[in-house]
């Protein structure tokens, strides 16, 4: 009877010992995913506020912005390429629609241009432009013009590529951030 007892004693013991253990995972468990839940907060707030000061959209995962000065259509390139990303690919209506809305009242340059060859508009990922928004007149000048802009009326003009003008920049990922928050300059 007192074996009993003892051996019965000793499972319960067990199973608190057991349950405590259990408990203390969860616990884990619980800070671990509350601190990742405030560290998601934290990028997400980062995120938003450098969307609102870059002009910056996202648009299907991927984040779109203007760069802060006007540059030359190589130094547009190189304010987004410093940063992971590279001039806007304008190759369907809807990326058309939110470089206007991101743009506003200023032509601004993409990612396309026919410097390498006179008359064939290439993208900056190497495709050739099939279908444009050209307007009426353009593309014209020539070799003089080889750098591709989009205005505010949604068509595209040929411009000379040393004018100053604000680019769109097309990043296909999230910015990175510091541990303890902000944009790192990749
Ligand atoms: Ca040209």
Sequence with gaps: MITNLTEERDQVVNMITNLTEERDQLLNKDITLTNE?????????????????????????????????????????????????????????????????????????????????????????????????????????YKKENCAVLYPSGLMASRVCQSVLRGVSHQQQKPHFHSGGGYRHT
């Design 37 to 141: 839940r405030d560290q998601l907060n934290q990028e997400r707030n980062e995120l938003w506020k450098m969307l609102n000061e870059m002009d910056g959209c996202i648009y299907q995962s991927s984040f779109y912005y203007m760069s802060s000065e006007e540059k030359s259509w190589s130094e547009s390139r190189r304010y987004c390429t410093e940063r992971g990303a590279d001039l806007i690919i304008i190759n369907n209506k809807e990326k058309k629609e939110l470089v206007k809305k991101m743009s506003g009242s200023t032509a601004v340059w993409m990612g396309l241009t026919d410097r390498d060859e006179e008359g064939r508009w290439t993208w900056v990922d190497g495709s050739t432009l099939t279908s444009g928004f050209w307007m009426s007149t353009e593309p014209n000048g």
